[in-house]
């Protein structure tokens, strides 16, 4: 069944909806959103492509992240996604947004207005095979530094989100909390 995701102009606003793999195809702007997964112990659950993902297959990347459907509005999207991909139920803030556009080697486009949410989760996870083929929980100073020793092995949209400023200041934050609960 042929999914219809939202499709944004310049300054996110919306324009209509359009198939998914379409919207891919003629690198069509539209909004995205990606979520990050914080445990009380500071550490960001990052999650493995599954090797059957139509772009960027086997390569790390945040909790969670997907599209915003026809009928639906964002935060109920974060919810379906983190329920469909993880098997989490977890309050989620959007903290920002960015936008980026990259072409892939299969010659698909990701062309987005990114939402950037952050929620806290210390129960159980039950990824959804079809989606994720690993999960991992890893305090940010490792995640930092794998990133920049090995930027192949994560998506270039996560690459992009942890180097903006505003998640700068959330990973200082999440370490001061962190630090303080030692």
């Known amino acids: 069944m042929a999914e219809y995701i939202l499709t944004v102009d310049e300054k996110d606003r ?5 198939e998914k793999l379409e919207v891919h195809k003629k690198g069509v702007l539209h909004r995205a959103f990606s979520v990050l997964i914080f445990n009380s112990k500071g550490e960001v659950l990052l999650q493995k492509r599954a090797e059957i993902k139509y772009h960027s297959p086997g390569l790390w990347t945040n ?3 997907s599209h915003q459907r026809e009928g639906e509005n964002l935060n109920d999207a ?5 329920k469909e991909e993880l098997g989490v139920v977890c309050e989620c803030k959007e903290v920002f947004k960015f936008k980026y556009r990259v072409e892939f080697d299969n010659g698909l486009i990701e062309h987005e ?10 129960g159980n996870i039950s990824p959804n095979q079809d989606e994720i083929e690993e999960i ?4 940010l100073d490792k995640l930092n530094k794998e990133m920049s ?5 994560f998506t270039y949209w996560f690459q992009i989100l942890m180097k903006q400023p505003e998640m700068q200041l959330i990973v200082q934050q999440v370490q ?5 609960s030692k």
């Open 78 to 82: 974060v919810s379906r996604r983190l």
């Open 63 to 65: 909790s969670c992240c």
């Open 113 to 122: 207005i990114d939402h950037v949410f952050i929620g806290q989760y210390d």
């Open 14 to 18: 919306e324009t209509g909806y359009m």
């Open 149 to 153: 020793k090995n930027t192949e092995d």
């Open 176 to 180: 001061r909390i962190n630090n303080g």
């Open 136 to 139: 991992r929980w890893v305090p």
